[in-house]
């Protein structure tokens, strides 16, 4: 089992920026694909954003490209999501995954994950 918390999230104005971190603990020594998703108000989980256990591959969803930043830490069972120029379309809840599953083309599917944090909530306003 891999527990995984999310932390980080809130409220910030169109255009700012917010950090989301990600704390993996338990069998963690296993996760070889870390991954943000989002969930929007009335809409279905999407892809964000993955890394592989070194951190030097990643995948972004088209409408994060140049905005976001997926960073890990795998000394520390860490992994990062830097969220720069936040727009009213980015308000969402945040999960962390993790997946044994080396890091691929399926990196994208929800179903590639094993464990999921509770989430964090981003809020962008106007």
């Known amino acids: 089992q891999v527990q995984l918390a999310e932390s980080g999230g809130g409220l910030v104005e169109a255009g700012g920026s917010l950090k989301l971190s990600c704390a993996a603990s338990g069998r963690a020594f296993g996760v070889a694909t870390m991954g943000w998703f989002r969930q929007a108000l009335g809409k279905e989980r999407e892809f964000v954003a993955a890394?592989?256990?070194?951190?030097?591959?990643?995948r972004y969803a088209e409408f994060v490209k140049g905005r976001f930043t997926i960073s890990r830490d795998y000394a520390k069972n860490m992994m990062y999501l830097q969220m720069n120029e936040l727009n009213i379309e980015d308000t969402a809840v945040y999960y962390c995954?993790?997946?044994?599953?080396?890091?691929?083309?399926?990196?994208?599917?929800?179903?590639?994950?094993?464990?999921w944090g509770q989430g964090a909530q981003v809020t962008v306003s106007s």
């Open positions: 995954a993790s997946s044994n599953r080396l890091f691929g083309e399926s990196v994208h599917l929800a179903e590639q994950y094993e464990f």
């Open positions: 890394v592989d256990r070194s951190g030097g591959a990643r």
